[in-house]
Structure formats: C-alpha cells, structure tokens
C-alpha cells in the first residue's frame, strides 16, 4: 500500500485505550490475520476511543470478501445486505460488522442521478479510506502493530474539534443524502463543529434527502433521537433546515408556537438525561412527542365536529401516521405503541373506578406517565392527572383500594380534551 497521504501514527503517539476493544473483535481480528488477511478496527470505534469515549459498536474492515468470511466464520457468519453487502459474525449476545474494503473501480456499483444505490465494488484499505463519510471515521487501528492508519487527516480534524467531510461536499451529499443527517448526529454526540461551508452545503443539498427511502431516514431519525444530545442536534436540524425535511408538520408548528417548541426541548432533554443516566429508551417515545404536535389539532376538530373521544383518537392517530409517510416511515410495531401511549393519556382522566387498575398494568404504562409529566410541564390543567398516577405507584393494594372506590370519590363528568 503506498498512498502519500497516508500518516501512520504509533502507540506512544496516539495513546488508543487498546484495552477497550472487545474481546470479542480481537478475536474476530485475529482469525482473519491468521488467515492471510488483513484486518482493522475501524470507524466510530476507533474515534471514539481515541476521544475517551466507549464505543457504541466495534466495526471491523478487512480485504477478506464476505465470503471468504463466511468461509472463515462458517455457522457464526452471515452475510446481509444487498446495496452494501457485509458479513455479520455472531460471538455471544452480540453482532460485529465485517466490511469488505470499497474500491474505487467501477463494477457491481449502481449510481442514479448521482446517488449510489448499490456499492459491491472491493478494493484496498486506502481506497476503502476516502469512500468513507468524515476524516473521523477514517482511522483504522491495527491492532497487532498498534499504530493508526489515518488516510484523510482525521487525527488532526478530531484534536480541532471539526468534522470533515470526505472529498467534495456536492458529489458525497448526492452519493448518500443521509450523510447530512449523520453530521448533525456527529456533531451533537462528539462535540465537533460544521464549519461555515459545510453547513452551507447541507442547506444547498438538503432537498435530495427526499430520495432517500423514508425507511432508512427513521432509523437514522431513531439513531439521532438517541445520540445523547438529541437538544443540539434539534438546534442544527432546525438550522440546516432538515427537521423540516424530516417532520413538516412538526416542524411548522414547532416553529409557529413557542409552547410546542418547549415541549420538544423538554421531550429531548428528557431522553437526553434518561441516556447520561443509563436508562433505558424507546423509538416509541419520542416519535410521539414530535407527532403529538400533529395530532392535537386534528383530536381537536374531531372532539369539535362531534366525534366521540374514542374514536377521534384513533382517527386522529391514523391520519397523522398515514400524512407523515412519505417523509419517515414510522414501522407498525412502533405506530402501535404510540397508538398505546396516547390512548393511555385520555384513560388517565378516569382516576376511579376499576379502570385504574387496567390502566396501572397496561405494558405502555410507564412510558405514557412519562409522557404524562412531561405534558404537565407546559399544561398546569394536568397537575392533578399527574399527581394521582405518580402517588398511586407507591401506595399499597389496600390505599389504592380505597382511593378509588372510597366514598369521597365524586362522579365527575370528564372533559375529553388533551
Ligand atoms: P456510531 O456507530 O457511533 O453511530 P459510526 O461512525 O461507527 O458511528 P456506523 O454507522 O457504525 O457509524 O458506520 C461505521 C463506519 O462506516 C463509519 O464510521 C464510516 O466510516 C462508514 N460509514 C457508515 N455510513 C456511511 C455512509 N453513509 N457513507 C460513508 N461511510 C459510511
Ligand atoms: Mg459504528
């Protein structure tokens, strides 16, 4: 491999915390040099160490093809992926990525209008480099010389504290528009500033984002709903002009009513904090925060036009799901339990009777009385909802009894509005 821009940085240089790399992805490492090939630790893992932080996954690249992987792995390897072909190799609980080094040569490679659809094409590790993403993402730590192969200059952009976009900014955003969103994802999770021009050529080529099929911007939607910093990456989505992009209706309201936009950054700062503190998350939260401002309205006129508070919640709840489509498709499973959540917030009105019971045990429960409080926060009507549920989880079988069948319990009529 001879490639002028190439620096090697060693051991005492770069001081990569190699004790933190999985046993796991040795291992795989190791097998694959065992076997004639050549192997590296690379991308987020390998950013991530070198800034202190633990790696969401370790991914590894190799020259290997992902069938000599799968040779090499046999019952433990499975090829996936059919616009870009990988190997997944199972070791415990978990699943590392193998990527075969991308070449440069045109072959088993599809391009539309600029945009790659499928990259089939193998070829060496510098050339495997420049088609990656950020200079960031370009390291590749081999792990038995223990030095760092940094083709693009990533080491020097990380100690600045920017992120770098590999190769002309036009030509990489139209190849893969989903590259805008994993900047702002980078950017909110690692601290590491757009500069002036690329956020310029974001708001330049945000618009082919609407190629990119909606089922890959939710997952990468859901990837940056939980990147730690959900707060700033909202900021620079609403800047880039890409929140909009991905959640018009949201977006418009959010920007219209100061109320909505509070409770966004309250909704964010509350998963933001539940990840610091190592709790666990749900796509489904937060996706129901943003559709919450589509479907109030509509609830609204539904309840206006006569409808019953049932049935203009389902309405309701279909038609936001079915708009937003053909900008995020949000999976089934997931529509489900929004569906849950939000049935949820008009059952917690009912605070006697032996509906509470059902509604204490509903599997949704927790993530609705979290949505619950944080509707408290800009909605004082709601104190009371949120006081009866947050008392009734730490009171006895008995108290709860007579809370909600004892005799100072008055019938009240119920307003349906949310
Ligand atoms: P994290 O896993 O923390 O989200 P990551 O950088 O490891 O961050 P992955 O999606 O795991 O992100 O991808 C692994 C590596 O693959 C990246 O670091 C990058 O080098 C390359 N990569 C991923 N997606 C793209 C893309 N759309 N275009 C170019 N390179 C990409
Ligand atoms: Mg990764």
Known sequence: MLNQNLITYNKSEHRLPSGEISPATKKIIDKLVDHGFEAYLVGGAVRDLLLGLHPKDFDIATDATPEDIKRIFKGKCRIIGRRFRLAHIYMGNSIYEVATFRGSDPGDRVVKQGQIIRDNVFGTVDQDAIRRDFSCNALYYDMHEETILDFAAGVHDLKKGELKLIGNPNKRFIEDPVRMLRAVRFHAKLGLALTDSMRQDIINNRHHLHKVPTARLFDEAVKMFHCGNMEIAYYALSELQLF??????????????????????????????????????????LTACVMWLEFIPIYHTLLDKGTNSHDALHEATTLVMTNQRDYLMIPKAIQNG????????????????????????????????DFLLLRNLSNSELSQQAEFWTNIQNMSPEGIKSLIFGKKVKRQKINYEL
């Open 338 to 369: 929004i569906r849950q959540m939000w049935t949820l917030q008009l059952r917690f009105k009912k605070m006697s009777g032996k509906g509470v019971y059902s509604t204490l045990h509903h599997p949704r429960f927790r993530a609705a009385y």
């Open 244 to 285: 909009n992009i991905l959640l018009p209706v949201a977006a418009k309201i959010a920007n219209q009513q100061e109320q909505w936009h509070d409770f966004l950054i309250q909704a964010f700062r509350n998963t933001d904090h539940r990840l610091k503190n190592g709790l666990s998350v749900t796509p489904v939260f």
